[in-house]
């Protein structure tokens, strides 16, 4: 067998061990975000998907009741959030979409306010038996902001012990409002640990791509994109780094320029909605050679030590996948022309994304 042929196998085995570690891309998202009427369900739900103040996806309204029935938001063909008092209220609208909607619910986002509410214990056990995963989100945390410390940390044990559930988010989505007084800064505060517990639970069922995919800022998609091509070659540089010198040499060099060419389009898709060809991404790789080097010598070093190798090729794939994503995404952010890059601007890129992760430790 000749070099070539066994080069041309390795990668032919490489791109099928990737997909098959890559995040599932044809499967739906639903989500039912329950709670009564006032508690803040909407502009919530505005704050998840990062929203712009003034481009609200879900209307706001100081009045009490804006959303006072079941209200569906598709987002896309794959992505749908009912929005209502309960699930009975689904129930009784009785539409098709409905009926489909209460057999495959992923998430349940359970929305409280303020002192407890023994009512909401039945709506809460029925959500919780419906769906897969269940959030408790303790909104409007600022009605709380001239009471002692401990008033917050006494509702959220009162909340448990009510509902009987172990975790509850405290969150503030506050700057929705159309009547807010302009200049008025937003509260958002408890919004990433919710946005995070919702994309953790999808990225184990196989189900974060469509979510991400409707997520309105552009760093958080691209951020979870980065994050699963990083993952995936972590894994593959493992298995490589049981072999000393060469799997890291001929294999990881690999890896590094099928992860480019793969992350970057699915950068330019998903988040710039922008067509871009393998050919581009190889062009880009050309110009990362003295990058890439660096870190295929820390490997095939560190895999002359037994069990130590595996760990730091899979520690040195996940740091240099990212920093390369995020040169990606920062050349695709600034418009470039990836075949017309040079190798200094795509230098300047990689020191944006490694300053990016430096100041993220």
Not at 97 to 106: A, G, H, M, V, Y
Request: proline share 3%.
């Amino acid at each position: 067998m000749t070099d070539q042929q066994s080069f041309k196998d390795y990668e032919k085995g490489f791109v099928k061990m990737y997909e098959e570690k890559s995040p599932k891309f044809d499967s739906s998202v639903n989500i039912a975000l329950i709670g009564t009427v006032n508690t803040g369900k909407s502009s919530l739900l505005n704050a998840i998907l990062g929203c712009e103040r003034d481009k609200p996806l879900a209307p706001v309204g100081v009045k009490s009741g804006v959303t006072t029935k079941v209200t569906a938001y598709r987002l896309d063909d794959r992505v749908l959030i009912i929005d209502c008092p309960g699930l009975d209220d689904v129930r009784k609208e009785n539409s098709a979409e409905t009926k489909n909607f209460l057999k495959n619910i992923d998430i349940g986002i359970f929305v409280v306010i303020g002192s407890t509410d023994s009512s909401q214990k039945a709506n809460y056990d029925d959500l919780k038996k419906s769906v897969k995963k269940t959030i408790v989100v303790l909104n409007k945390i600022d009605e709380l902001d001239d009471h002692e410390k401990e008033a917050l940390d006494e509702v959220v044990a009162q909340w448990k012990s009510a509902l009987g559930t172990e975790k509850i988010f405290p969150a503030c989505a506050k700057g929705y409002d159309p009547t807010m007084r302009k200049g008025k800064p937003m509260d958002l505060r408890g919004i990433d640990e919710i946005r995070d517990e919702i994309l953790n639970f999808l990225q184990a069922e196989g189900k974060e791509t469509p979510f991400i995919r409707i997520l309105r800022n552009k760093e958080i998609k691209a951020h979870k994109i980065i994050h699963s091509y990083a993952s995936a070659a972590a894994v593959t540089s493992a298995a490589l780094g049981t072999v000393p010198v060469l799997g890291p040499v001929t294999g990881d060099s690999l890896i590094l320029i099928a992860i480019t060419a793969k992350m970057g389009q699915s950068l330019s898709r998903d988040v710039f909605n922008r067509n871009t060809e393998v050919s581009h991404w190889k062009h880009v790789a050309a110009g990362m050679a003295q990058f890439f080097a660096g870190a295929l010598t820390i490997k095939a070093l560190a895999s002359l030590i037994p069990i130590y190798g595996s760990a730091v090729n899979a520690a040195t794939s996940v740091v240099t996948v990212e920093t390369i994503g995020w040169a990606a995404y920062h050349l695709l952010d600034e418009g470039s022309d990836l075949d017309k890059l040079s190798k200094e601007d795509i230098g300047k890129a990689l020191d944006w994304g490694k300053n990016l992760k430096s100041s993220s430790k």
